[in-house]
């Protein structure tokens, strides 16, 4: 699949909320192991506005993947090289939409002048990162309860897993 990516709108807001709801659902049962307060809990906060307020954000990069007209893709980046938020729909799985949206990040860290991109990953995408270059630097605990990895990934000039060289 040649998905397109290019910075995220406001009009993106809405589609990319649905989205997320459902790459949460459907490609991270073994993080919520469907248990309704954990997915409810993860859930809670990916409301239209709240995914718009993030896409503003003069410190994010916020990037979507589209397939034609559907928006398959969502990926947001701290200044620091921290990916605070990346997802693909279900059936864009394994077709390249997340290595492109990965390795648009990748770009902007490195015009940012940054040596690490960082991640605390689910489980279920520990296994994405790893193929594309991050190392694991240990467990970590995110806010809904869930077990996830920390992953760092050193750009030219970096170090890996945070340290300066």
Not at 3 to 29: G, K, Y
Not at 38 to 48: Q, S, Y
Not at 104 to 118: C, F, I, S, V, Y
């Amino acid at each position: 699949m040649n998905a397109v990516i290019r910075a995220a709108t406001q009009a993106d807001a809405a589609p990319a909320c649905h989205m997320l709801c459902r790459s949460i659902s459907e490609c991270c049962a073994k993080d919520h192991r469907n248990d309704a307060g954990i997915l409810a809990a993860w859930l809670g906060n990916k409301t239209p506005e709240n995914v718009a307020s993030w896409f503003e954000c003069a410190t994010h990069h916020s990037i979507v993947a589209c397939s034609g007209d559907a928006l398959v893709g969502v990926a947001i980046m701290t200044r620091q090289g921290r990916i605070v938020l990346f997802y693909i729909s279900p059936e864009v799985r394994s077709t390249g939409t997340g290595k492109a949206l990965l390795e648009a990040l990748e770009r902007q860290a490195k015009e940012w002048g940054l040596r690490t991109m960082q991640v605390a990953s689910t489980l279920s995408a520990q296994h994405f990162y790893e193929r594309h270059g991050f190392e694991n630097c240990g467990p970590a605990r995110t806010a809904f309860g869930t077990d996830a990895v920390s992953l760092t990934k050193k750009l030219p000039g970096g170090c890996g897993c945070g340290r300066q060289s």
